[in-house]
């Protein structure tokens, strides 16, 4: 079915998994989370009718390495922010099929931390 030595094929197929078992809606947005070499981004967005209601990420935040997990901690923490400004406090974490560890790990805490119940 799938390569053993593509991760990204592997990835894609865990995602499509997750996604199919949540879902956002407008009281409790989905969290979704990117990763790219450069770059970590997270959204809130609202599945029903599929919009964005926030989003962050680190290419715009000004950090010296935007790529680890410090960088991650803050898209956390702004995500966070823009989540209260919009009164959400309840939200439904989307790792989309990258593990639960490092970057991710690091965004979903402090998300957590900044007020964000999942």
Do not use: W
């Not at 989540?83 to 805490?109: N, T």
């Amino acid at each position: 079915m799938y390569s053993v030595f593509n991760k990204n094929k592997q990835r894609l197929h865990r995602h499509v998994r997750i996604r199919a078992k949540i879902s956002g809606t407008p009281e409790c947005p989905r969290i979704s989370v990117y990763r790219s070499n450069k770059f970590i981004y997270a959204a809130l967005i609202d599945d029903v009718a599929g919009k964005t209601l926030a989003a962050v990420d680190s290419s715009k935040l000004g950090l010296d390495n935007p790529s680890n997990c410090e960088a991650a901690t803050k898209v956390g923490e702004e995500l966070a922010k823009k989540a209260a400004d919009l009164k959400i406090a309840k939200a439904v974490f989307d790792r989309s099929g990258y593990l639960y560890h490092g970057q991710v790990k690091a965004l979903a805490e402090a998300c957590r931390k900044g007020g964000l119940a999942f």
